[in-house]
Structures are given as C-alpha cells and as structure tokens.
C-alpha cells in the first residue's frame, strides 16, 4: 500500500487531454515537492516533472504539473500513441525521512 | 554526461544477502549528490530503499531499514547496495539513481538501466 495514492488507470483519445491525480498528506505532499515520472514498458522511469511544474530539459511542454495542498495533478495535453505508458508521483516525506512514491497510473491512449 | 550502471548477481538464495554495484560515470561522487536505490517487483510500482551523501550519511526505507546497508567508495566512484536474509518477495528489478540537485533525495533524473535480481533456490 502506497503513502501516496494515484488511480490505477486512466484513459483518452489522442490528440485530447488527461490528468492524473495523486494524493498524499501533510509530511509528504503538504510540505515538499511533487515530482512525476513516465515509465514505457521494460525502461527505467524518465523524470516528467519536478518541484511541482518544472519540466528538465528536453520535455516537452504537452506534460506540466501542479499542485495544492495534499494533490499534485499531472497534465498531458495532445495525446499521442506514444504516450501510453505507467505514470507515477513522488516526493519527500518529512515525518518518514523516505522518498515515497505513488502506485502508479497506466494511461491508455485509446 | 552522467551516466549510471548497476551490477551483481541476477540470481540469489533465500536468505542469503543481495549485493548490487552501481558504478557512476562523467560525475565525481565527492562532487556531491544523494545517490539512490530503488526496486520495482514485477508488475508492481516503485520503491525506495535508500540513498547516500559522498560523505557516507545514509538515509533508508523505514521498511527495509534492518536489512540494507548502502555504501559508497569514491575511490572507484560507486556505491552499492546490501539486502540481508532476502525472501521471494525481494525480487524486483533495481534501479541506482540520481536527484535532479544536490540538496534533494528525490526528483531523480538520472537513472541507470536496472538490473533484474531473483530470490529463488
């Protein structure tokens, strides 16, 4: 069981727009920085977002992130095949002195 | 460019310790950075077990705490993961990562490969 809760699958049509939530509490979402990762079939995660909205280097802005509160949400807009993949959250929590993470979100571009 | 590539054996004994390797190329590990463990069962998502600063402060998953121990060697810029008295459910593929900055233990950026580790007799 996750510290961090993210829904187990979502799913859109390409070209259209999804979110994915994760929620989480005061030691962890509440008071750190929510990042998220994409994880295609047999590779290693790829860092999509960190401290909340900030994108590295090379991803492109169709992916963006927020926050509020205890929720990170994540965005991706102009879906593409390409897309259909495992996204997960994570972050700090403070009171655990861990790095947690959500338990993942399969996105289906239908 | 900063690359990472984790090694050891793919196959070992319940009860028997995991010892993984992950040799760090185009950085310095004295440079700084906390650098991490993290494992993925097959199917299930991700899991932190730990990290480490260049100097040798350790944090670890809370749950996995009695049984790692995580290390680093500057000489050779690596570090390296020990998990004592394993049982089936060990069985992940783990991965070695860094953070996006050298404050952080998370946001991690860079990642190796992974490698496939199974308990089994």
């Known amino acids: 069981q996750s510290v961090l809760t993210q829904p187990p699958s979502v799913s859109a049509a390409p070209g259209q727009k999804v979110t994915v939530s994760c929620s989480g509490s005061?030691?962890?979402?509440?008071?750190?920085?929510a990042s998220w990762y994409q994880q295609l079939p047999g590779t290693a995660p790829k860092l999509l977002i960190y401290d909340n909205n900030k994108r590295p280097s090379g991803i492109p802005d169709r992916f963006s992130g927020s926050k509020s509160g205890t929720s990170a949400t994540l965005g991706i807009t102009g879906l593409q095949t390409g897309d259909e993949a495992d996204y997960y959250c994570g972050t700090w929590d403070s009171s655990l002195s861990a790095v947690v993470f959500g338990g993942g979100t399969k996105l289906t571009v239908l | 460019q900063v690359q990472l590539q984790e090694s050891g054996p793919g196959l070992v004994k319940p009860s028997e310790t995991l010892s993984l390797t992950c040799d760090v190329a185009g950085y310095s590990i004295s440079s700084g950075y906390y650098w991490g463990w993290i494992r993925q069962p097959p199917g299930k998502g991700l899991e932190w077990i730990g990290s480490?600063?260049?100097?040798?402060?350790?944090y670890y998953n809370p749950s996995l705490k009695s049984r790692v121990t995580i290390s680093v060697d500057t000489s050779k810029n690596q570090f390296s993961l020990k998990l004592s008295s394993v049982t089936a459910a060990d069985t992940a593929v783990y991965y070695c990562?860094?953070?996006?900055?050298?404050?952080?233990?998370?946001?991690?950026?860079?990642w190796g490969q992974g490698t496939m580790v199974t308990v089994s007799s």
């Open positions: 005061s030691p962890n979402m509440g008071n750190n920085y």
């Open positions: 480490i600063y260049h100097s040798g402060s350790t």
């Open positions: 990562a860094r953070p996006t900055t050298v404050t952080r233990h998370d946001a991690f950026d860079i």
